[in-house]
């Protein structure tokens, strides 16, 4: 806790005085941070327009929340979570894949069009909420994070997700809000819409019925050969 004395608070000419070095509320976030211990930062809704120094919590620190704040540039520290919710981030830099031990990255309500390869090289990475940004793309090298229980990709513009997703140990998934409904795909011009025919075919496979169906004609067995 700082205390300011009553002499200083009647003092006019100090507190003008910009010589005085006024603590900021970032700063004294980072001290109480220092005294807890150096793990935990919340410097939510700070009004931030820069990232402040985190030097004295470079070797320590592994919760920080920067969210709802005005910054446009990523910090880079040995963080096992990172919040960056609301903020006018354009994109996010390839130097994250030096946060080897991040667990849990939240970048939502941004300006993010892509995701750089370097986000799918940590290896801890457990949750990832990208959502409600300008995303089209995400991809396939999302395979890599074999640690992903939880993607958040709710309110972007994807026409699908890449299939090296199936490979990976996600619990949560979120997609709403995209463009993966058949009357919003690009492609609608170059691809057959779903026919009751696929339909068809799915639950003939489901209920096993081939087993009473041996001479099916060439191009049915080739639609449930799919």
């Given at each position: 806790m700082v205390y300011v004395t009553k002499s200083v608070l009647n003092d006019n000419s100090v507190l003008n005085d910009e010589k005085c070095g006024i603590i900021t509320p970032a700063e004294l976030a980072i001290l109480d941070s220092l005294v807890q211990g150096g793990l935990l930062l919340n410097l939510k809704a700070h009004f931030l327009s820069q990232v402040p120094d985190l030097t004295p919590l470079a070797n320590s620190l592994l919760y920080l929340n920067l969210s709802f704040n005005n910054l446009n540039s990523l910090p880079v520290e040995h963080l096992e979570v990172l919040k960056l919710r609301d903020n006018p981030i354009k994109e996010i830099p390839e130097g994250i894949h030096k946060l080897k031990k991040l667990r849990t990255f939240v970048i939502s309500f941004c300006l993010i069009s892509s995701l750089p390869l370097g986000l799918f090289l940590l290896p801890c990475l457990q949750l990832l909420d990208v959502s409600y940004n300008k995303i089209t793309f995400i991809p396939n090298d999302i395979r890599n994070l074999r640690a992903l229980e939880c993607l958040?990709?709710?309110?972007?513009?994807?026409?699908?997700?890449?299939?090296?997703?199936?490979?990976?140990?996600?619990?949560?998934?979120?997609?709403?809000?995209?463009?993966?409904?058949?009357?919003?795909?690009?492609?609608?011009?170059?691809n057959q819409p779903q026919r009751l025919l696929h339909l068809a075919a799915l639950t003939f496979a489901q209920n096993n019925l081939g087993q009473y169906y041996r001479d099916l004609p060439s191009d049915i067995q080739q639609v449930l050969n799919k």
């Open positions: 958040n990709v709710e309110g972007n513009e994807l026409c699908a997700l890449p299939c090296g997703a199936l490979s990976l140990p996600i619990r949560q998934l979120r997609i709403s809000n995209n463009y993966m409904h058949a009357l919003f795909w690009e492609e609608n011009s170059q």
